[in-house]
Nanobody, 115 residues
């Protein structure tokens, strides 16, 4: 069973930065697409960014140019560097591992952007 553990969330002022981390247990981490999603109360969970096993990346339009997803296969880690944060980025951020017959989620980490 794969476990995903997020960390790095918190309270930050508008314009600030945070770096989220996700640690994955288990084997074959490098084979799977890794993603970051976010959710606010009353809304559907949305994709923020994902990175494939081949390091191709994709971002939702609202974070392009501000967020960067990366992965370290040697450490079974995926990161989300978030810069120029806005109040509308406030959400619970979830890490996801996805592949054939694989769809795992972390418990989430709260990001609050407020002055």
């Amino acid at each position: 069973q794969v476990q995903l553990v997020e960390s790095g969330g918190g309270l930050v002022q508008p314009g600030g930065s945070l770096r989220l981390s996700c640690a994955a247990s288990g084997s074959f981490f490098s084979l799977y697409r890794m993603g970051w999603y976010r959710q606010v109360p009353g809304k559907q969970r949305e994709l923020v960014a994902h990175i494939t096993s081949g390091y191709d990346t994709n971002y939702v339009d609202s974070v392009k140019g501000r967020f960067t997803i990366s992965r370290d296969n040697a450490k079974n880690m995926v990161y989300l560097q978030m810069n120029s944060l806005k109040p509308e980025d406030t959400a619970v951020y979830y890490c996801n591992m996805y592949g054939p017959a694989v769809d795992y989620w972390g418990q989430g980490t709260q990001v609050t952007v407020s002055s």
